[in-house]
C-alpha cells in the first residue's frame, strides 16, 4: 500500500516535473517514490540550499513550478538562505522536509516552522488521512501568492501505509487581477490622457509584467504613445521592439539612456517594484515629471508615484490600449496637449505658433537609442595589469551563443552582465540571490536552468566570493548542463563589493581579500574544461566552444583575472549614496 511519503510524491508530481535535493533520513522514503512511481525527474545537489536555489532557477527561467527537498535539522537549516530570497524575489516553489516526529522533537531537531516563518515561508505539515489534500493546498498557496511553502513530512508518519491515494483536485489560481471601482477607472482614464497629451512618454516595465505575460499589450501600447521604453533588471527585454528600447534602468543603465528618461513628461510603470536601485535612489525621474505606476500591490511602492492602479500588468496595459484607439479614431493622437494648448479664445498666430512646436514624428523617433544604450568599452587591460572586466565583457557578449539563458550569482561583478549582454527576454537572465542581498547561490543555478531549458545555453556569472561559496554545487553544475553549460568567473581575488564600499573609506582591507584560486581547475576536477583568461584573445577559446556539438564538448569555465581597480558604475552610485 503507498505511504504517506508517496501519497505526497503521486500528489506533487501532478503538478511539478523536476525535483532537487539531498537525501537523507527525513526524505529518504519521499525520494523513493519519487523515483519508483512518478515520471518527476529528480536531480541530486550537493547543499540542501541548492536544492532551494535550482527550484528557484527552474521556475524564472520556464515559469513552471518546481520542488526541493532536504532532510530535518541540519538539512532544512542548509536551506534558509535560499528559502528568504526565493520569499523576497517571490518565487513560487515547494520545499518538501523532513521534520521532528508527531510525539515531540529529538535532541536534534529544532522548530523548523519557526524558522521557515521567520524568513516568510508558510509550512503546510502532512498527516496520515490529508496527505494528498495537503500538498495541493502547499501548491496552491505558493502558486497564489507567488512565494516558496515548506512541505513537511513528519518522521514517525512518513513510512505509514495511508491506503490508495485519492483523488485530491487540482490547484486553484486566482484570475488577473482587474481593475474595478470608479477609482481604478478614473486613473486609468487619467493615464491615458496623460500618454495622448505627452510629447515624451516612457513605459517602464519590470518582472511582474513578464509574469502577467504583458508583452504584446506593452508592444502596441508603446506603438499607439510613441514612447521609449525601458524595464528593471529583471524584465530584460519585455517590449518586443527593441528599437526604441532604452534598456535596463537605474545603475545598470547607460548614462545617455537615463539623460532620456529624465526628460520624459510621463511614464507609466508596469510589474516593477521601484526600489532604490532601479529608481537610482530617487533620481531616475525629473521632478517634473508625471508618474504613474500599475502593479498588484496594494499601494504604490514608491513616493514619485502620483497615481496608481491596482492591476495586473496585462489587463491594464489592454485596457489603456482601447482607450487610446478609441481617441485615435476621434482624431487624437501624439501630444494632443501640445497641439491643442492653444485656447479657443487665442489668435490664429498663437494658434500656428503652437503648433509649430509640435514634433512632426514621435519622440522615440527622434532620438537615437543605439547611441543612448552605449557604454564604456574599457581598455584590453587596466592599470594593475589585469583584464579589464568591461572590455572582457564586451567580447564575451559577442561570443555568446544567441540561445543563451543567463543566471547570476550576487556580487559587485552583476554590474558586467547586466550592462554588456543582451538578452531576449525576462526568463533568459535571472540573478538568483540579490533580493535578499546574498552570494553563493550561482553554481545550483545552472541546475535548475538547465532543466527547465533543455534546449539552450547556461551561462553563469559569478564572482570568486561566490562562486567559493557555493563550490559544493559546482560538480552539479556540470553534471546537469553538460556542453550545454558554461560559467564566467569574474576572479579579482577579492570581495569586491567591501573592497569598493568599506576599503575606500580606510578599514582594514584584509578580510575583504581572497586569495587568487584556480577556477579552472577546480572545472577540470569535476569534468569540466577550465581556460584562465588573462588577455581578449584567452576568449579566443569561447568562441571555438560556441561553434562545437554541445553533445559533445564539455562544460567550459572561464576563470577571468580581472581587475578589481575598474568599478562597475552602480557601484559607484551606491559609494556615492552611503559617502
Do not use: C
Not at 500599475?294 to 513616493?303: K, M, Q
Request: aromatic content about 6%.
Amino acid at each position: 500500500m503507498p505511504t504517506v511519503s508517496a501519497h505526497v510524491a503521486l500528489t506533487l508530481a501532478q503538478h511539478i516535473d523536476a525535483v532537487f535535493g539531498v537525501m537523507g533520513n527525513g526524505n529518504a522514503y519521499f525520494l523513493d517514490a519519487i523515483e519508483k512511481q512518478t515520471d518527476a525527474v529528480f536531480t541530486a545537489v550537493r547543499h540542501e540550499q541548492g536544492a532551494v536555489v535550482a527550484a528557484d532557477a527552474h521556475f524564472r527561467a520556464s515559469g513552471r513550478i518546481a520542488a526541493g527537498t532536504s532532510t530535518y535539522g541540519a538539512g532544512f537549516t542548509n536551506t534558509l538562505t535560499a528559502l528568504a530570497e526565493a520569499v523576497q524575489a517571490h518565487v513560487p516553489l515547494v520545499l518538501v522536509v523532513g521534520d521532528e516526529p508527531t510525539s515531540g522533537p529529538r535532541p536534534w531537531d529544532v522548530d523548523q516552522i519557526a524558522l521557515a516563518s521567520a524568513v516568510g515561508a508558510r509550512t503546510y505539515t502532512v498527516g496520515r488521512t490529508d496527505a494528498a489534500a495537503t500538498t495541493v493546498i502547499a501548491i496552491e498557496h505558493a502558486l497564489t501568492y507567488r512565494v516558496p511553502v515548506v512541505l513537511a513530512i513528519p518522521y514517525d508518519v512518513a513510512a505509514l501505509e495511508a491506503g490508495p491515494v485519492a483523488e485530491a483536485p487540482s490547484p486553484r489560481l486566482p484570475a488577473p487581477l482587474t481593475p474595478t471601482g470608479e477609482f481604478a477607472e478614473g486613473m486609468l482614464d487619467e493615464i491615458a490622457a496623460a500618454l495622448r497629451g505627452a510629447e515624451r512618454p516612457f513605459l517602464l516595465a519590470g518582472r511582474g509584467a513578464w509574469l502577467a505575460g504583458a508583452s504584446h499589450a506593452l508592444g502596441e501600447l508603446a506603438e499607439l504613445t510613441g514612447a521609449l521604453t525601458a524595464s528593471s533588471a529583471l524584465g530584460r527585454g519585455v517590449f518586443p521592439d527593441p528599437r526604441y528600447d532604452l534598456g535596463v534602468t537605474g545603475g545598470f543603465g547607460a548614462d545617455g539612456a537615463m539623460e532620456l528618461v529624465r526628460t520624459a513628461d510621463v511614464a507609466v510603470v508596469f510589474g516593477a517594484s521601484l526600489n532604490q536601485f532601479t529608481m537610482r535612489f530617487g533620481e531616475l525621474f525629473a521632478p517634473g515629471t508625471r508618474v504613474f505606476q500599475i502593479d498588484i500591490a496594494p499601494a504604490a511602492t514608491h513616493a514619485h508615484i502620483g497615481g496608481f492602479v491596482r492591476a495586473d500588468a496585462r489587463v491594464a496595459a489592454a485596457e489603456l490600449v482601447t482607450r487610446l484607439r478609441s481617441t485615435s479614431a476621434d482624431g487624437h493622437g501624439f501630444g494632443d496637449r501640445a497641439r491643442h494648448a492653444a485656447s479657443a479664445e487665442g489668435s490664429a498666430a498663437e494658434s500656428a505658433a503652437s503648433s509649430e512646436t509640435v514634433p512632426a514624428r514621435p519622440w522615440r523617433e527622434s532620438v537615437d537609442v543605439t547611441s543612448a544604450r552605449s557604454y564604456e568599452a574599457g581598455e584590453e587591460l587596466a592599470a594593475d595589469g589585469r583584464l579589464d572586466p568591461r572590455s572582457a565583457a564586451r567580447r564575451i557578449a559577442e561570443l555568446l551563443p544567441e540561445d543563451r539563458v543567463v543566471v547570476s550569482d550576487g556580487g559587485h561583478f552583476i554590474g558586467w552582465a547586466n550592462m554588456y549582454w543582451p538578452v531576449a527576454a525576462p526568463d533568459r537572465m535571472m540573478m538568483i540571490g540579490t533580493a535578499f542581498q546574498s552570494i553563493g547561490q550561482g553554481w545550483p543555478s545552472v541546475v535548475g536552468a538547465a532543466l527547465a531549458r533543455r534546449s539552450s545555453t547556461i551561462v553563469l556569472t559569478s564572482g570568486d566570493g561566490g562562486g567559493l561559496m557555493a563550490i559544493a554545487d559546482l560538480e552539479s553544475a556540470v553534471r546537469a548542463a553538460g556542453g550545454r553549460g558554461m560559467a564566467v568567473i569574474w576572479n579579482d581575488a577579492a570581495y569586491g563589493a567591501e573592497v569598493n564600499l568599506y576599503g575606500l573609506k580606510g578599514l582594514a582591507e584584509g578580510p575583504m581579500l581572497i586569495p587568487e584560486v584556480d577556477f579552472a581547475a577546480f572545472g577540470a576536477a569535476v569534468g569540466a574544461e577550465g581556460v584562465v583568461v588573462r588577455t581578449l584573445a584567452d576568449l579566443d577559446r569561447l568562441e571555438a566552444w560556441a561553434q562545437e556539438d554541445a553533445a559533445t564538448r564539455r562544460f567550459l569555465l572561464l576563470d577571468l583575472r580581472i581587475s578589481g581597480a575598474v568599478i562597475a558604475p552602480y557601484q559607484q552610485e551606491i559609494i556615492r549614496v552611503n559617502s
